[in-house]
């Protein structure tokens, strides 16, 4: 497509394991050299009101808690990204939820060995990045 195609936005998160591990740089500087433009990005925690909101499709499932204690457990780094499809093609880029499995040549394919740990998270849709945004960065609405 070309660059004048409408940009989409998507939010990731660079989860506080990701963090701990100093991969910043290296998550960041693959979406940056793809072609993402990084319009806001902040290191901060989630606390456990937002960790509910964020993932209100989940709170009832036997992995949340400890989902929920590893995210509010150290700072994270939210941005939002945008490009044409970026939601499509950051969720490419990180690959499958379970690092054991994520193909190669994906973010969690090469630096992940867990389906919790994982690095990184992405909007799965152009829905779910609105309501993401929303709640990350009213300010961007
Ligand atoms: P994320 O893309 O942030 O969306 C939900 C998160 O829940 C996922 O990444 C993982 O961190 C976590 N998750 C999903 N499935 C499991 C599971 N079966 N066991 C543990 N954690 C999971």
New binding site residues.
Partial sequence: MSSTSPAERTLV?I?PDAVRRGLIGEITGRFERKGLHIEAMVLRAMDAQLADQH?AE?VE????P??KD??TGGPLVAMVLSGDTAVEIVRAM?GA??GRKATAGTIRGDLSM?????L???S?SAASAAREIALWFPELG
């Fill in positions: 998160l989860k993932y989940h499932r036997d992995f949340y400890p989902l590893f995210m990180i939820t379970d867990s389906n919790r740990e994982n990184v998270h992405a799965d």
